[in-house]
């Protein structure tokens, strides 16, 4: 009599192997499918986790190179060593999926190498990495297959000189001219890699404006940021075509409302122009399960549930394709699983982009608000006005908070500054609990910090903002 299990999850990336753990803590029998051969999906093994590794090692390099001497630091001369940037971040990388792996074994969590496809009602097949197939039975099949790069139609991705995400993480030396097609997170964090370590990067976005979901007063301060730190714009801008000469690219574009071609060289091209839900080849069909247009995995309980017996969380599924949420949607649907509460708000999910000056927002914008008729109070704060920030020589940014006017809710929150990207958690709790932004006015910060310019905009709601 084949072996059944209680939960059988296709896809071991941060969806999937969060259900798992959790799963394992509830005393459930587990088993965890993932094709590529290393847990972590792509948020640890081609996206969140490499890309800060480059993130934080390019900046030490920028900074070596760049603000060193004005604090009274002599350095000599400072020289990349690429092939050992790329080492420290695969490091990084092993490191943490192994941790995983570790993870499961406590939990007794079954990983199974391979790939999987739902052949009906409690039934996975898994075409296994080492030859062969193996069919799972269980009572709770979870989708976390996780989304790949979206691509432009006529343009090839061949991860060597017109790359995605992947192909960026990974280039065997630093390309004098780069062309990133995308103005959105991945982009802006990649062009800010390569152009810190010498690249000459030109960034080209289709609307008129760099990062579309962000706070447009946030965005305007970034690419004015970004614009100081060498990038150049080219917004409200379409690509048509990317020409492979010889020893360069040349990359043809023209305005997005229609005008006149212009080229560009480039040695790398990156296309970050967002992502697409992994659902094809998955069998949905054989439980009555369907995808929209895009792919993405439709639910019928308004969240997670694809079909008796069947769900999906993460990047498949609607909702911030962010890896944080993948997690609490894992986590969410192992305890519906096991017969507990579960559920993730997703307007309480934040979103970060790791530049620097990092960028963090939560819940509603500005320009949200207005289109949705809600009325709202303002408080804002500079860092320049910050002790902390002048003091460490890094002050350019804001934090402002939003205040449904009347009772005072926090609605959302915007920042754009050094470090923002660890005090936006400080917000999202407070509005997980329905916290007014007096609550956090009142609430003491340790002086000095950097964190004490979100007490300020908050305070700033009600006009007592007193800091400098």
Same mark, same amino acid.
């Given at each position: 009599?084949?072996?059944?299990?209680?939960?059988?999850?296709?896809?071991?990336?941060?969806?999937?192997?969060?259900?798992?753990?959790?799963?394992?803590?509830?005393?459930?029998?587990?088993?965890?499918?993932?094709?590529?051969?290393?847990?972590?999906?792509?948020?640890?093994?081609?996206?969140?986790?490499?890309?800060?590794?480059?993130?934080?090692?390019?900046?030490?390099?920028?900074?070596?190179?760049?603000?060193?001497?004005?604090?009274?630091?002599?350095?000599?001369?400072?020289?990349?060593?690429?092939?050992?940037?790329?080492?420290?971040?695969?490091? +990084?990388?092993?490191?943490?999926? #192994?941790?995983? $792996?570790?993870? =499961? %074994? @406590?939990?007794?969590?079954?990983?199974?190498? !391979?790939?999987?496809?739902?052949?009906?009602?409690?039934?996975?097949?898994?075409?296994?990495?080492?030859?062969?197939?193996?069919?799972?039975?269980?009572?709770?099949?979870?989708?976390?297959?996780?989304?790949?790069?979206?691509?432009?139609?006529?343009?090839?991705?061949?991860?060597?000189?017109?790359?995605?995400?992947?192909?960026?993480?990974?280039?065997?030396?630093?390309?004098?001219?780069?062309?990133?097609?995308?103005?959105?997170?991945?982009?802006?964090?990649?062009?800010?890699?390569?152009?810190?370590?010498?690249?000459?990067?030109?960034?080209?976005?289709?609307?008129?404006?760099?990062?579309?979901? +962000?706070?447009?007063?946030?965005? #305007?301060?970034? $690419?004015?940021? =970004? %614009? @100081?730190?060498?990038?150049?714009?080219?917004? !409200?801008?379409?690509?048509?075509?990317?020409?492979?000469?010889?020893?360069?690219?040349?990359?043809?574009?023209?305005?997005?409302?229609?005008?006149?071609?212009?080229?560009?060289?480039?040695?790398?091209?990156?296309?970050?122009?967002?992502?697409?839900?992994?659902?094809?080849?998955?069998?949905?069909?054989?439980?009555?399960?369907?995808?929209?247009?895009?792919?993405?995995?439709?639910?019928?309980?308004?969240?997670?549930?694809?079909?008796?017996?069947?769900?999906?969380?993460?990047?498949?599924?609607?909702?911030?394709?962010?890896?944080?949420?993948?997690?609490?949607?894992?986590?969410?649907?192992?305890?519906?699983?096991?017969?507990?509460?579960?559920?993730?708000?997703?307007?309480?999910?934040?979103?970060?982009?790791?530049?620097?000056?990092?960028?963090?927002?939560?819940?509603?914008?500005?320009?949200?608000?207005?289109?949705?008729?809600?009325?709202?109070?303002?408080?804002?704060?500079?860092?320049?006005?910050?002790?902390?920030?002048?003091?460490?020589?890094?002050?350019?940014?804001?934090?402002?908070?939003?205040?449904?006017?009347?009772?005072?809710?926090?609605?959302?929150?915007?920042?754009?500054?050094?470090?923002?990207?660890?005090?936006?958690?400080?917000?999202?709790?407070?509005?997980?609990?329905?916290?007014?932004?007096?609550?956090?006015?009142?609430?003491?910060?340790?002086?000095?910090?950097?964190?004490?310019?979100?007490?300020?905009?908050?305070?700033?709601?009600?006009?007592?903002?007193?800091?400098?």
């Amino acid at each position: 009599m084949a072996e059944t299990y209680d939960v059988v999850i296709i896809g071991g990336g941060p969806g999937g192997y969060n259900c798992a753990i959790r799963a394992g803590q509830l005393g459930l029998k587990v088993a965890c499918i993932e094709t590529r051969g290393k847990l972590g999906g792509t948020c640890l093994n081609v996206g969140c986790i490499p890309s800060k590794a480059l993130l934080h090692a390019s900046h030490l390099f920028h900074s070596a190179q760049n603000e060193f001497a004005a604090l009274g630091i002599k350095t000599g001369k400072v020289e990349l060593d690429l092939p050992q940037m790329m080492a420290q971040k695969e490091e +990084a990388v092993e490191g943490l999926t #192994k941790g995983i $792996e570790f993870l =499961f %074994k @406590k939990n007794k969590v079954e990983y199974v190498k !391979g790939r999987g496809k739902i052949l009906g009602k409690g039934k996975v097949e898994v075409a296994l990495a080492d030859g062969g197939t193996r069919v799972l039975e269980t009572k709770n099949i979870v989708i976390a297959t996780g989304s790949e790069p979206a691509s432009l139609p006529g343009i090839e991705i061949d991860e060597e000189r017109i790359v995605s995400n992947v192909g960026a993480l990974s280039l065997k030396s630093v390309p004098k001219k780069l062309v990133l097609i995308g103005a959105g997170v991945i982009g802006l964090e990649m062009g800010s890699v390569w152009a810190r370590l010498g690249s000459e990067v030109t960034v080209v976005e289709y609307l008129d404006r760099i990062l579309p979901p +962000a706070d447009a007063e946030v965005a #305007k301060e970034a $690419e004015k940021t =970004f %614009k @100081k730190q060498g990038l150049t714009f080219k917004l !409200g801008t379409k690509v048509t075509g990317i020409e492979k000469q010889k020893t360069k690219l040349k990359v043809s574009m023209e305005p997005a409302k229609g005008g006149v071609v212009e080229t560009l060289d480039a040695d790398i091209v990156i296309v970050a122009i967002g992502r697409k839900p992994y659902t094809e080849g998955l069998g949905l069909e054989s439980v009555g399960g369907r995808t929209d247009k895009r792919g993405v995995v439709e639910v019928v309980d308004g969240h997670f549930k694809v079909a008796d017996g069947v769900w999906a969380v993460g990047d498949c599924i609607h909702g911030p394709m962010l890896a944080h949420k993948a997690e609490d949607d894992g986590t969410a649907v192992a305890e519906l699983i096991a017969g507990k509460a579960g559920h993730v708000d997703y307007n309480l999910v934040p979103s970060v982009v790791y530049t620097n000056p990092e960028i963090a927002w939560v819940g509603k914008n500005e320009e949200e608000l207005k289109a949705a008729g809600v009325e709202y109070v303002k408080g804002k704060f500079p860092f320049m006005a910050n002790s902390r920030a002048r003091t460490n020589h890094e002050t350019v940014g804001f934090v402002k908070i939003l205040a449904e006017k009347g009772t005072d809710k926090i609605l959302g929150a915007h920042m754009i500054g050094v470090g923002v990207g660890e005090m936006i958690a400080e917000v999202v709790l407070a509005m997980e609990f329905g916290a007014a932004s007096e609550d956090i006015a009142r609430t003491s910060h340790a002086h000095p910090t950097l964190s004490e310019a979100v007490r300020q905009a908050a305070m700033g709601v009600e006009g007592w903002t007193m800091q400098m």
